[in-house]
């Protein structure tokens, strides 16, 4: 699974909160690390959801070995879980 636009503008939206929160709106210093605080532990969440759904972001193609079978990444020169050499 791959991160969908979803994550991204709930990403976005958390910085987005913060910076209004803190540029816009008269905060104390107590209001600004709280609010800090509950934005990092609500990304948190849902970095965690995000880990456990095993949905990560792929920056490379993958192949499968010749010899195990098993992905491996394609700019490798051998196998990630064997050490076989890749063509």
């Known amino acids: 699974m791959r991160l969908t636009w979803p994550v991204y503008v709930f990403t ?24 800090f605080l509950i934005l990092t532990i609500l990304y948190a969440w849902v970095a965690w959801i995000m880990v456990k759904r ?21 700019q490798g020169d051998y196998c990630m879980t064997c050490g076989s050499a890749q063509s």
Do not use: W
Not at 54 to 74: F, I, K, Q, W
């Open 12 to 35: 976005a939206g958390i910085f987005f909160v913060f910076a209004m929160g803190v540029q816009f709106i008269s905060l104390g210093k107590t209001a600004v690390v709280g609010l």
């Open 54 to 74: 095993n949905a990560v972001l792929e920056l490379h193609s993958y192949e499968r070995c010749a010899s195990c079978g098993d992905l491996t990444p394609s």
